[in-house]
T-cell receptor, first 114, second 112 residues
Framework: DAGVTQTPRHEVAEKGQTIILKCEPV?????LFWYRQTKIQGLELLSY????????DGGAFKDRFKAEMLNSSFSTLKIQPTEPKDSAVYLC????????????FGPGTRLTVL | QQKVQQSPESLIVPEGGMASLNCTSS?????YFWWYRQHSGKSPKMLM?????GEKEEGRFTVHLNKASLHTSLHIRDSQPSDSALYLC????????????FGSGTQLTVMP
């Protein structure tokens, strides 16, 4: 089975631009997560979907970050407008529903905002 | 808000030595604990999970769980340079939001 795929792997944006990151979860997984990871803040949850319904929207990230699940096999994360402090690795993860279900991470997208 | 505390922040052990990492949750409703390993430049990968009191061993890795104290620990014996990585502990409460709450990690360095 294919794992979680993310594109692009690297993205460089100018301040104020709009960028869209893409994620395809593992086939059959109902739960999908978007995280941001930095050395200082660690892993921060941006969004959590269950069966395409938004369960968590990451609170502090609401204003410029919008995740969508267009169908069960594709999700996007839009950052609009980008700021230099958004420079980080963005990770997508998926799992079957259930507390004992392993969560699989994608390879991540490294975003640099100039 | 639930927190997951990990200690130490960083750990250096010699090759062949034992590494011991700790993790505690502040949420009494936590049912599941996970350990993830993240090598530099890579994404986290699940290493071990533990859901019941006691101990679980897989090769050189042993994980303990004490549900009463909400404390889990990961022990790596005969540590290898390839074990050098960020180790993330995560906890999930099935009565809550069903999302994994991650600690900030322990950076392990195994010196040859």
């Amino acid at each position: 089975d294919a794992g979680v795929t993310q594109t692009p792997r690297h993205e460089v944006a100018e301040k104020g631009q709009t960028i869209i990151l893409k994620c395809e979860p593992v086939s059959g997984h109902n739960d999908l997560f978007w995280y941001r990871q930095t050395k200082i803040q660690g892993l921060e949850l941006l969004s959590y979907f269950r069966s395409k319904s938004l369960m968590e929207d990451g609170g502090a990230f609401k204003d410029r970050f919008k995740a969508e699940m267009l169908n069960s096999s594709f999700s996007t994360l839009k950052i609009q407008p980008t700021e230099p402090k958004d420079s980080a690795v963005y990770l997508c993860a998926s799992r079957r529903t259930g507390g004992d279900a392993e969560q699989f991470f994608g390879p991540g997208t490294r975003l640099t905002v100039l | 808000q639930q927190k997951v505390q990990q200690s130490p922040e960083s750990l250096i052990v010699p090759e062949g030595g034992m590494a011991s990492l700790n993790c505690t949750s502040s949420d009494r409703n936590v049912d599941y604990f996970w350990w993830y390993r993240q090598h530099s430049g890579k994404s986290p990968k699940m290493l071990m999970s533990i859901f019941s009191n006691g101990e679980k061993e897989e090769g050189r890795f042993t994980v303990h769980l004490n549900k009463a104290s909400l404390h889990t620990s990961l022990h790596i014996r005969d540590s290898q340079p390839s074990d050098s990585a960020l180790y993330l502990c995560a906890a999930l409460a099935s009565s809550g939001s069903w999302q994994l709450i991650f600690g900030s990690g322990t950076q392990l360095t195994v010196m040859p």
